[in-house]
Nanobody, 126 residues
Framework: QVQLVESGGGLVQAGGSLRLSCTSS????????MGWFRQAPGKEREFVTA????????YYADSVKGRFTISRDNAKNTVYLQMNSLKPEDTAVYHC???????????????????WGQGTQVTVSS
């Protein structure tokens, strides 16, 4: 059974940085694309960024492009989200997700993901 555990959330002032981590267990991590999604109170879940199984392809939502960076360390079964220049509108619960099919790309569609972490809260104060 695939399990995803996020960490690294917290409270930060606008302009600050955080790095989220998501560690996977239960299957061969290196064969699957990974993504980060977020959900703010009263809003629908939205795509943030994704990385292909190989790490060679990444894709970002326009709202985070140039500020956030996704990366993966297959030896540690972990995907990271480096968040810089944080804004109050980045406040949300951040979930990592693992794709259903092997050898996937940097997919932005939630339907491609079959496994989700519990989420970690990120709060950005103004």
């Amino acid at each position: 059974q695939v399990q995803l555990v996020e960490s690294g959330g917290g409270l930060v002032q606008a302009g600050g940085s955080l790095r989220l981590s998501c560690t996977s267990s239960g299957r061969t991590f290196s064969r699957y694309g990974m993504g980060w999604f977020r959900q703010a109170p009263g809003k629908e879940r939205e795509f943030v960024t994704a990385i292909s199984w190989s790490g060679g392809s990444t894709y970002y939502a326009d709202s985070v492009k140039g500020r956030f960076t996704i990366s993966r360390d297959n030896a540690k079964n972990t995907v990271y989200l480096q968040m810089n220049s944080l804004k109050p509108e980045d406040t949300a619960v951040y979930h990592c997700a693992a794709q259903i099919d092997r050898y996937g790309g940097s997919d932005s569609h939630a339907r491609a993901y079959g496994y989700w972490g519990q989420g970690t809260q990120v709060t950005v104060s103004s």
